[in-house]
């Protein structure tokens, strides 16, 4: 695809983005919805997922599925602790932001641009941020009780779950395949 092509899916992107971002106002005004205390983080998410389409839509772009994974994760935890209310689970949270997002933005690039070094580094990156977000999820809740819960017979179950679920994917992660 030549640059004109390129040219023409910016136009697209640019284009829905906007009709969407009016229609959201336009709703907001007709059901007097109150989009900016409990949707704001869209405002977050939704350049993260514009900037993820246009590296999956344009080959050129291939490089901005990095910074479009870091900005929708990021989007997407603040939506979810908007929700929820837990905003101490940022404690830990971040760990999805960078290094995982960044790392899976980096596995997106590689696969996109045909960079097997780059697919390899940004699973790497998936990993340790993986295992980091469990460990310090284990040490903020279970240890030091940050969200308060007292109840801790969910919190054991979901950890070695998903350590079982590492331990069973490790073969397929760490080994090296071509692209």
Do not use: C, K
Request: charged content about 10%; hydrophobic content about 60%; overall charge positive.
């Amino acid at each position: 695809m030549g640059r004109r092509g390129a040219t023409r899916y910016l136009e697209i992107a640019l284009g829905a983005f906007l009709a969407v971002l009016g229609a959201a106002f336009l709703l907001s005004n007709v059901f007097d919805l109150d989009l900016s205390s409990h949707l704001w983080p869209l405002w977050v998410l939704v350049p993260g997922l514009v900037l993820l389409t246009l590296a999956f839509s344009v080959r050129l772009l291939a490089g901005l599925a990095v910074p479009g994974s870091v900005i929708a994760m990021a989007g997407l935890i603040l939506l979810v602790l908007n929700a929820t209310g837990q905003w101490q689970a940022w404690a830990y949270a971040w760990t999805l932001v960078a290094p995982t997002s960044a790392g899976a933005g980096l596995m997106i690039y590689g696969r996109l641009s045909g960079r097997p070094a780059s697919y390899r580094v940004g699973l790497s990156l998936v990993l340790v941020g993986l295992v980091l977000f469990l460990l310090l999820m284990a040490f903020f809740e279970l240890i030091i009780g940050l969200s308060g819960y007292t109840e801790l017979r969910f919190m054991w179950p979901l950890v070695l779950i998903l350590a079982g679920i590492l331990v069973l994917l490790s073969p397929y992660l760490w080994r090296r395949r071509s692209l």
